[in-house]
């Protein structure tokens, strides 16, 4: 095809992400990522323009508003590029790939993320959001526009170099820093350096602005139930205890419909970026979850509750599976459905107002641009049982007045990892809660996944997990983050529930990333299949970034799935993980918490094995484990009269005691005397 033969008109209305179809009119001439728009760069020998978002990003609509749907910057963009956009939440793996090649170019990453690239896909300039007019110390985006096809048309070789450079380097960057075993004194020593970096009035990460950090704060809690509950360092515990109380009565928590928003702006946790994701809302739920476990603090069983409310209310796409996103905007305006004044607040509750306003902060002039963002930041503590009917009452009008306002917009794709980490999360709360109805709710959205984001007989990938699901179509191949956050939430059903149908499919989830994404040479898991095939490169990290890392979660799945088998290959392969990315301690251990997590499961696993069968006996012993105390390392496993396990296992050849069940507990070849009585086993499970 020569370029003359390339459709003149934006392509997107032929996909099903909400975010490229909030484009499809756009004057631009948009098209997917793939090869078609590749030979259009190479037909017309022009740079590709990569326009990356995401449904629920502000700055993303403010580009678009001031620059993709303005007919001059459209038809500039149009003449002297192949603009190609794409939703990072849909394509993650080409997300990864071009931000690292920003971070190369010394900018800051962000969204939306703009990327110029020879027709083959290589990167050779970028930036994120640019203005339509020099501003902010940005220059205009029609300039940036009319200087890149400028250095394209004479400065050729100059970008083969750029080019060059920024390839080798990606790849440099993509490879792991293998090193040995993670002995527990270093987990220590981390998070005794990681205690100073959190503020211990306000909770989080000192300064602003502030993200929720769950996998960090799980870090913190580890090191402190290590250090021991009564005589242990009391400041791990403050720092997360304090954050998830500050997080929970602050403004970044949406105190009428539940759920938290992405991030809080300021250092307070009172102004959010607005927007909630199912992701946040996920590793909220099982930190809440895990803390209330030992502190039982009502407020956390309040927000788990409110959360999961949002999640049943608001969040339930095709088949019971889960949306992805609510955006931060509505009618143009970030915040716009969540904010309240004074005035508004007097009308719709009369008597109650002064009473509700002085609990949440409501005043005349507001404490966000004029408006008030409902909060309970001065105090981290629930009243008494009148005292908060009294505020949900007010609470509930509110919420009915607010919902005749527009709301902001849902992206209603279903992405297998979001919703293995929802799954999961859910399931663990409806076990500890004694919540059969959330244990539902994670079962359906675990079957709407393995059932409908799975490659048809008839494809190339034929029976394999694909990463995104949208009006019926399933689509892109999976990544490692998919195939781990799944195979958790499959053997998380199997621990909560008992049932063994979970345990055979996280096996054959493994055995499916094991043969695709394992890399032979250095171990560890790639990011992307074996062929795949519109990328420049195959990154591999464990670093977390806004999720968990999905070499993070394989460590911990792979270990869990050998304690429950006492299959050896799967240990070997958690510590292979573990020990492809412990050389980078040295460097920087921030980001991988959710591996330094595996890495104490794998050495310090609490197994509790319940024999009996599933029913009343069992669930008694069940409920004392579930309510005992926080036990992150634990591994659970229910063995019927007529099962077995296998005989590696410690409790091999045990059972149930004179016709009565019996849990047994183990640490490493260990196990205590059989338990029958769970108030004994709640005790010994919490030390006593």
Same mark, same amino acid.
């Given at each position: 095809?020569?370029a003359s033969?390339? $459709?003149?008109?934006?392509l997107?209305?032929?996909e099903t992400?909400?975010?490229?179809l909030?484009h499809k009119?756009?004057?631009?001439?948009?098209?997917?990522?793939?090869e078609?728009a590749?030979?259009?760069a190479?037909?017309?020998?022009?740079? !590709?323009l990569?326009s990356?978002g995401?449904?629920?990003?502000?700055w993303?609509h403010?580009m678009?508003?001031?620059?993709?749907e303005?007919?001059?910057?459209?038809?500039?963009m149009?003449?002297l590029?192949v603009?190609?956009?794409?939703?990072r939440e849909?394509?993650?793996?080409?997300?990864?790939?071009?931000m690292?090649?920003?971070?190369?170019?010394?900018e800051?990453g962000g969204w939306?993320?703009?990327?110029?690239?020879t027709?083959?896909?290589?990167?050779f300039?970028g930036g994120?959001y640019?203005?339509?007019d020099?501003?902010?110390?940005?220059?205009g985006?029609p300039d940036?526009?009319?200087?890149i096809s400028?250095?394209?048309?004479s400065k050729?070789?100059?970008?083969?170099e750029n080019?060059?450079v920024?390839?080798e380097?990606?790849g440099?960057?993509?490879g792991?820093?293998t090193g040995?075993?993670v002995?527990?004194a270093?987990?220590?020593?981390i998070a005794?350096?990681l205690?100073?970096a959190?503020?211990p009035?306000?909770?989080?990460?000192k300064g602003?602005?502030?993200f929720?950090?769950?996998?960090?704060g799980?870090l913190l809690?580890?090191?402190w139930l290590r250090s021991g509950?009564?005589?242990?360092?009391a400041?791990?515990?403050?720092?997360v205890?304090?954050?998830?109380?500050?997080?929970?009565?602050g403004?970044?928590?949406d105190h009428l419909?539940?759920?938290y928003?992405?991030y809080s702006?300021?250092a307070?946790w009172?102004?959010?970026?607005f927007?909630?994701?199912?992701?946040?809302?996920a590793?909220? !739920?099982?930190?809440l979850?895990?803390?209330?476990?030992?502190?039982?603090?009502p407020?956390?069983?309040?927000?788990?509750?409110?959360t999961i409310?949002?999640?049943e209310?608001?969040?339930?796409?095709?088949?019971?599976?889960?949306a992805?996103t609510?955006d931060a905007d509505?009618?143009?305006e970030?915040?716009?459905?969540?904010?309240?004044?004074?005035?508004?607040?007097?009308g719709l509750?009369?008597?109650?107002?002064?009473?509700?306003k002085?609990?949440y902060?409501v005043?005349?002039s507001g404490?966000w641009?004029?408006?008030t963002?409902l909060?309970?930041?001065?105090t981290?503590?629930?009243?008494?049982e009148?005292h908060e009917?009294?505020l949900?009452?007010?609470r509930s009008v509110?919420?009915?007045?607010?919902?005749?306002?527009? $709301?902001?917009?849902r992206d209603?794709k279903i992405?297998a990892d979001?919703?293995?980490?929802?799954?999961?999360?859910?399931?663990?709360?409806?076990f500890v809660f004694?919540?059969p109805d959330w244990?539902a709710?994670?079962v359906?959205?675990f079957?709407?996944v393995?059932?409908?984001?799975?490659a048809?007989?008839?494809?190339?990938d034929a029976?394999r997990l694909?990463?995104?699901?949208?009006?019926g179509?399933?689509?892109?191949?999976?990544?490692?983050?998919d195939?781990?956050a799944?195979?958790?939430?499959?053997v998380t059903?199997?621990e909560?529930?008992?049932?063994a149908?979970?345990?055979e499919?996280?096996r054959?989830?493994?055995?499916?990333?094991d043969?695709?994404?394992w890399?032979?040479?250095?171990?560890g898991?790639f990011?992307?299949?074996?062929d795949?095939?519109d990328?420049?490169?195959?990154?591999?990290?464990a670093?977390?970034n806004?999720?968990p890392?999905?070499?993070?979660?394989m460590?911990?799945v792979l270990t869990r799935?050998?304690?429950i088998?006492?299959?050896a290959?799967y240990?070997?392969?958690a510590a292979?993980? !573990?020990?492809?990315f412990?050389?980078?301690?040295?460097?920087?251990?921030f980001?991988?918490?959710?591996?330094?997590n595996a890495a104490?499961?794998l050495?310090n696993?609490?197994?509790?094995?319940i024999s009996?069968?599933?029913?009343?006996?069992t669930e008694a012993?069940?409920?004392?484990?579930?309510t005992a105390?926080s036990?992150?390392n634990?591994?659970?496993?229910?063995?019927e009269?007529d099962?077995?396990?296998?005989?590696s296992? $410690?409790?091999h050849?045990?059972?149930?005691?004179?016709?009565?069940p019996?849990a047994? !507990?183990c640490v490493g070849?260990?196990?205590?005397?059989p338990?029958?009585d769970p108030?004994s086993?709640a005790?010994?499970l919490?030390?006593?």
């Amino acid at each position: 095809m020569t370029a003359s033969d390339y $459709p003149a008109a934006n392509l997107l209305g032929r996909e099903t992400s909400p975010y490229l179809l909030q484009h499809k009119d756009n004057p631009v001439h948009w098209r997917a990522w793939g090869e078609a728009a590749f030979a259009e760069a190479r037909a017309r020998d022009v740079p !590709i323009l990569l326009s990356v978002g995401y449904a629920a990003c502000h700055w993303c609509h403010v580009m678009a508003h001031e620059s993709f749907e303005d007919e001059a910057t459209a038809a500039l963009m149009n003449e002297l590029f192949v603009n190609v956009k794409v939703d990072r939440e849909e394509r993650p793996d080409v997300d990864t790939i071009y931000m690292s090649a920003l971070h190369l170019m010394g900018e800051q990453g962000g969204w939306p993320l703009t990327m110029f690239m020879t027709p083959d896909g290589k990167p050779f300039w970028g930036g994120t959001y640019f203005p339509p007019d020099s501003r902010y110390g940005r220059p205009g985006f029609p300039d940036v526009l009319r200087g890149i096809s400028q250095a394209w048309a004479s400065k050729r070789n100059e970008i083969a170099e750029n080019v060059r450079v920024l390839v080798e380097a990606l790849g440099e960057r993509q490879g792991a820093s293998t090193g040995g075993t993670v002995e527990i004194a270093v987990l220590d020593r981390i998070a005794e350096h990681l205690v100073g970096a959190f503020d211990p009035v306000h909770g989080g990460l000192k300064g602003a602005p502030k993200f929720p950090q769950c996998s960090i704060g799980e870090l913190l809690w580890r090191a402190w139930l290590r250090s021991g509950r009564q005589t242990g360092n009391a400041q791990l515990r403050h720092v997360v205890t304090t954050t998830l109380d500050r997080m929970s009565q602050g403004g970044i928590y949406d105190h009428l419909g539940g759920g938290y928003a992405r991030y809080s702006t300021d250092a307070v946790w009172l102004v959010p970026h607005f927007e909630k994701m199912l992701y946040d809302n996920a590793q909220m !739920i099982e930190a809440l979850t895990l803390v209330w476990q030992e502190t039982r603090n009502p407020l956390y069983a309040t927000r788990v509750a409110e959360t999961i409310g949002w999640l049943e209310r608001e969040m339930i796409a095709e088949h019971g599976a889960f949306a992805a996103t609510l955006d931060a905007d509505s009618e143009g305006e970030e915040g716009k459905f969540y904010v309240w004044t004074a005035a508004e607040i007097d009308g719709l509750l009369g008597d109650d107002a002064a009473f509700f306003k002085q609990q949440y902060d409501v005043t005349p002039s507001g404490n966000w641009e004029g408006h008030t963002i409902l909060n309970r930041s001065k105090t981290m503590l629930l009243g008494d049982e009148a005292h908060e009917q009294r505020l949900a009452r007010a609470r509930s009008v509110l919420f009915q007045a607010r919902a005749k306002r527009i $709301p902001p917009g849902r992206d209603d794709k279903i992405l297998a990892d979001w919703n293995g980490l929802m799954i999961a999360a859910v399931a663990r709360a409806g076990f500890v809660f004694g919540r059969p109805d959330w244990m539902a709710l994670a079962v359906r959205a675990f079957d709407a996944v393995m059932t409908h984001l799975r490659a048809p007989a008839d494809a190339a990938d034929a029976g394999r997990l694909r990463h995104s699901y949208r009006q019926g179509r399933a689509q892109h191949l999976a990544l490692l983050d998919d195939y781990a956050a799944m195979a958790r939430a499959a053997v998380t059903l199997h621990e909560m529930t008992g049932k063994a149908a979970y345990l055979e499919q996280a096996r054959s989830l493994v055995a499916e990333t094991d043969r695709w994404y394992w890399d032979e040479t250095e171990g560890g898991y790639f990011f992307s299949a074996a062929d795949a095939r519109d990328l420049i490169t195959r990154t591999k990290t464990a670093h977390d970034n806004a999720t968990p890392s999905g070499n993070g979660l394989m460590a911990q799945v792979l270990t869990r799935l050998y304690y429950i088998t006492g299959e050896a290959s799967y240990r070997d392969r958690a510590a292979a993980t !573990i020990g492809a990315f412990s050389g980078e301690l040295g460097k920087n251990f921030f980001p991988l918490a959710t591996l330094l997590n595996a890495a104490e499961w794998l050495a310090n696993a609490l197994q509790v094995v319940i024999s009996g069968p599933l029913g009343d006996g069992t669930e008694a012993l069940r409920r004392a484990v579930a309510t005992a105390a926080s036990l992150p390392n634990l591994v659970l496993q229910c063995v019927e009269p007529d099962g077995t396990l296998p005989p590696s296992h $410690p409790v091999h050849g045990k059972g149930m005691i004179d016709g009565r069940p019996a849990a047994y !507990i183990c640490v490493g070849p260990v196990c205590s005397p059989p338990v029958t009585d769970p108030t004994s086993l709640a005790r010994q499970l919490r030390g006593e």
